[in-house]
């Protein structure tokens, strides 16, 4: 931050930075609860009152249409799924018929996996990192296997250098003639590191290699240019940054260039829309994204995305970045300025373009910490084995929040309070 320390240090800066917040007026859209600091919106984001409204919507069509509610009410349901996937396209950079929402993250790199890697002679192996999310891991491992593979021989993971972050070098130097797929995140999990996936994908194509993200951690935070960066696919979750509700619906992106490619895993959802209902045992799949669906749409887990997105094309993603870099830009200035006596490390990068959304706090006593945090109201989100991940949300997460859930870390620190809790994360960290 450019102010002066000691201005930087006060309740009163925090509160100049909240009036010239160009997106606090979102706040008000947002259930919180009075009195709790609610951190971990990278984690499952807060329930926003237009988001409640859809999804109100959604179950009146219900009660008052019964079955004719896929085409008629408020929001018919047959195409719902296209319609958000066309509202979630700015977000990541893409044509409209190049994103569905459906399925989860994990439902969506099968389905990716299963349609285009396509191993053939040398050519065999998967590219990913050893800092990946664990689910993202065990379906490429799955799917090797459908094909007869073994994990061991046929998963090649690029090592960090430090134990936080992935050298984009490493990846490129790893994209050998046997490699026919890469997999990575775009914001790593814990570190919170932003991966340069157009130079990635630049590369990977050079050697004739597909490539594609799980964008969990970047959407809704990060603008992203997926068709311009040529990344060949996508998926992601919706209930973090876009609060769309726990366990709510992922989405998914196909490079144009790669639709018409007939799903890997297929279902009647699958179809041309004009032609599903003719019941025919001979799949004619749809030539947009909308082929990577499987089965019926979850109408009452999607339906909160709706009002969600209505924000999210209000705000304009390039404002909320903007925000989001300045507001975890100032929590880092503070855990600097005050809490540099007390073991803490900064994990995450420090350069905008290399940081996502949240900010990475290391410390040996992680877990006993962020148990005290929460005994104290504020919501963080542990990662093993050392990692307080916490994370200001652009829509609903004041400065002053910020200056107080970092006055209140030191009160713990100073305090010992974090003693009073063992070091081991709870069933659900």
Same mark, same amino acid.
């Given at each position: 931050m450019k102010a002066d320390t000691a201005v930087l240090l006060t309740k009163e800066y925090a509160q100049q930075l909240d009036q010239e917040n160009p997106l606090q007026g979102f706040r008000d859209e947002f259930y919180l609860q009075e009195g709790t600091l609610y951190m971990d919106g990278n984690s499952l984001g807060l329930l926003s009152k237009r988001a409640e409204k859809s999804l109100l919507n959604s179950l009146e069509d219900w009660k008052n249409h019964g079955i004719d509610g896929w085409m008629s009410g408020n929001q018919p349901w047959f195409e719902f799924s296209e319609k958000l996937g066309a509202l979630s396209a700015p977000l990541v950079g893409a044509k409209a018929g190049e994103v569905i929402v459906t399925g989860s993250i994990t439902t969506n790199i099968h389905q990716v996996l299963a349609t285009f890697y396509k191993p053939e002679g040398s050519k065999t192996k998967i590219l990913a990192d050893e800092l990946n999310f664990p689910s993202d891991i065990y379906a490429i491992k799955a799917q090797l296997k459908l094909h007869g593979l073994e994990p061991d021989q046929h998963l090649i993971q690029v090592k960090s250098r430090d134990g936080r972050t992935i050298s984009e070098d490493d990846v490129i130097a790893a994209m050998t003639e046997e490699v026919a797929l890469v997999w990575l995140p775009s914001v790593l999990y814990r570190s919170g590191q932003l991966m340069d996936m157009k130079r990635l994908a630049e590369e990977a194509h050079k050697r004739g290699i597909l490539i594609g993200f799980d964008l969990a951690h970047s959407i809704g935070a990060v603008p992203h240019s997926l068709n311009d960066w040529g990344v060949d696919f996508a998926v992601w979750c919706n209930y973090k940054y876009l609060?769309?509700?726990?366990?709510?619906?992922?989405?998914?992106?196909?490079?144009?260039?790669? *639709?018409?490619?007939?799903?890997?895993?297929?279902?009647?959802?699958?179809?041309?829309?004009?032609?599903?209902?003719?019941?025919?045992?001979?799949?004619?799949?749809?030539?947009?994204?909308?082929?990577?669906?499987?089965?019926?749409?979850?109408?009452?887990?999607?339906?909160?995305? *709706?009002?969600s997105l209505e924000m999210f094309e209000e705000a304009g993603i390039a404002r909320i970045r903007e925000t989001s870099l300045k507001m975890t830009d100032y929590m880092m200035a503070l855990i600097e300025h005050e809490l540099g006596d007390f073991g803490f490390q900064i994990g995450?990068?420090?350069?905008?373009?290399?940081?996502?959304?949240?900010?990475?706090?290391?410390?040996?006593?992680?877990?006993?910490?962020?148990?005290?945090?929460?005994?104290?109201?504020?919501?963080?989100d542990f990662r093993a084995p050392n990692v307080i991940r916490l994370a200001p949300i652009a829509l609903y997460t004041t400065y002053e929040d910020i200056w107080n859930t970092v006055r209140i870390l030191k009160q713990i620190m100073v305090k010992e309070e974090y003693k009073n809790f063992e070091n081991t994360r709870n069933v659900v960290a």
């Open positions: 609060n769309s509700g726990p366990g709510g619906v992922g989405g998914m992106f196909v490079h144009e260039r790669n *639709l018409g490619t007939a799903p890997g895993l297929a279902g009647w959802f699958s179809s041309k829309k004009e032609k599903q209902f003719d019941m025919e045992h001979t799949l004619e799949h749809a030539e947009t994204a909308g082929a990577y669906q499987i089965g019926t749409p979850h109408v009452l887990s999607i339906a909160p995305l *709706l009002g995450n990068p420090r350069e905008d373009e290399r940081r996502g959304g949240h900010v990475c706090l290391e410390h040996d006593e992680a877990a006993r910490i962020c148990k005290a945090l929460k005994e104290n109201k504020i919501i963080p």
